[in-house]
């Protein structure tokens, strides 16, 4: 088992729809969640840290974790086609020092 | 805040002959920066955490001796690609963490893009 897993897609969501993107973490201590984006040919860009249950809110960007479950999301409203990119989710482990992340999930919003 | 920059952003070189990559955080200082390599379509790869003043700590299946790394500063790592070969050539990442923001986000540099010829 992935000790991050995503699906790597591509999702495919019209513009203006909500686009949800999952990840799932095999480290029951871990502590410390985010999510990254990746546009392709560049380097990743934090956009969300989550480090405690239930939603975080940020523009049209809300992270969601369910530490019960190992399941955090991000859900992106009113999406755009300059959305469209490669989604990273990344977790700090139980001892907090390594960042474990996700493949990636390819996400094409289309206009 | 929370800038990383790095130097070549892209750089060509005849196989091998050795490649110098610079990473520095411009606004915070960083005891701990990351390596990783990316090919294309493919996710990251964590080569190496880099400790200010310390020896490197490579992920398994890395050359040490091949990817040299040095954390001279808190604002400074570099990795020097030695002996570089064609399938050497890929996008170099590398991240920093702020020492004194109490978090474990890391900031990427925009990346260096090596070819081998």
């Known amino acids: 088992q992935k000790e991050v897993e995503q699906n790597s897609g591509p999702l495919s969501v019209p513009e203006g729809a909500i686009a949800s993107l999952n990840c799932t973490y095999s480290?029951?201590?871990?502590?410390?969640f985010f999510w990254y984006r990746q546009y392709s040919g560049k380097s990743p860009e934090l956009i969300m840290s989550i480090y405690s249950n239930g939603d975080k809110e940020d523009g049209r960007f809300t992270a969601q974790l369910n530490k019960a479950s190992q399941y955090v999301s991000l859900l992106i409203r009113d999406s755009q086609p300059s959305d469209s990119a490669t989604y990273l989710c990344?977790?700090?482990?139980?001892?907090?020092?390594?960042?474990?992340f996700g493949a990636g999930t390819r996400l094409f919003v289309k206009a | 805040g929370a800038v990383v920059s790095q130097h070549p952003s892209w750089v060509i070189c005849k196989s091998g002959t050795s490649v110098k990559i610079e990473c520095r955080s411009l606004?915070?200082?960083?005891?701990?920066m990351f390596w990783y390599r990316q090919f294309p379509k493919q996710s990251l790869m964590l080569m190496a955490t880099s400790n200010e003043g310390s020896k490197a700590t490579y992920e398994q299946g890395v050359e040490k001796d091949k990817f040299l790394i040095n954390h001279a500063s808190l604002t400074l790592s570099t990795l020097t690609v030695t002996s570089a070969h064609p399938e050497d050539s890929s996008f170099y990442i590398c991240?920093?963490?702020?020492?004194?923001?109490?978090?474990?986000?890391?900031?990427f540099g925009p990346g260096t893009r090596l070819t081998v010829t």
């Open positions: 480290d029951r201590g871990s502590q410390s």
């Open positions: 991240s920093a963490r702020d020492s004194g923001g109490g978090s474990y986000e890391q900031y």
């Open positions: 990344a977790v700090n482990g139980a001892g907090g020092f390594k960042t474990i």
């Open positions: 606004d915070f200082q960083a005891t701990t």
